[in-house]
């Protein structure tokens, strides 16, 4: 599958396949967001993969959706604001590069043939204490991981001329 075809054929997956993800696969997966650009090269993400299902269980008070929960692996990607580059008028661009290296390891997965699901709309206090994350690490993005289901049919995106300005 070609760049273009994984940007197309990404979508994101409510049902998962109980199958296991591969340990190559979800290392390729992996060291996709690890070469992730990020500000000034700082890096500041750290990714917690998530296979035990008493843990995943305990993650519901976090987030209830029950689907979340029958894919066979949770990432959970979080922000080190202490490593993060600042610009001169004291902006951090943290949350940018962890969004960065997530679309790297969702993009990738989707090359693999497997689903991801993008969760912001979580209890970050419930996933720190659970997944026993240290008070200089965030957590921002969660996504499920596994094998699709079902793959759901493309969602509205507004057009290109709605999006873009071109000055020349």
């Known amino acids: 599958m070609d760049f273009y075809e994984v940007i197309n054929k990404r979508r994101s997956i409510r049902a998962y396949k109980k199958d296991p993800v591969e340990d190559d696969k979800l290392s390729r997966i992996l060291n996709a967001a690890r ?9 500041p993400f750290f990714l917690i993969v998530v296979k035990d299902e008493k843990t995943k269980q305990k993650l519901k008070d976090a987030y209830s959706q029950e689907w979340f929960f029958t894919a066979p692996v949770i990432i959970c990607a979080c922000a080190l604001p202490d490593k993060a580059w600042k610009r001169n008028d004291g902006k951090t661009y943290v949350d940018v590069d962890v969004t960065i290296a997530m679309d790297h390891l969702i993009l990738a997965a989707s090359a693999e043939g497997l689903g991801t699901c993008w969760i912001a709309a979580f209890k970050p206090e419930v996933v720190r204490e659970v997944l026993n994350i240290p008070d200089n690490m965030e957590p921002l993005i969660l996504t499920p991981l596994g094998y699709p289901e079902t793959i759901p049919e493309p969602t509205f995106r507004k057009p290109l001329d709605e999006m873009v300005r071109e000055i020349t």
């Open 35 to 43: 070469l992730a650009p990020s500000a000034a090269n700082k890096q």
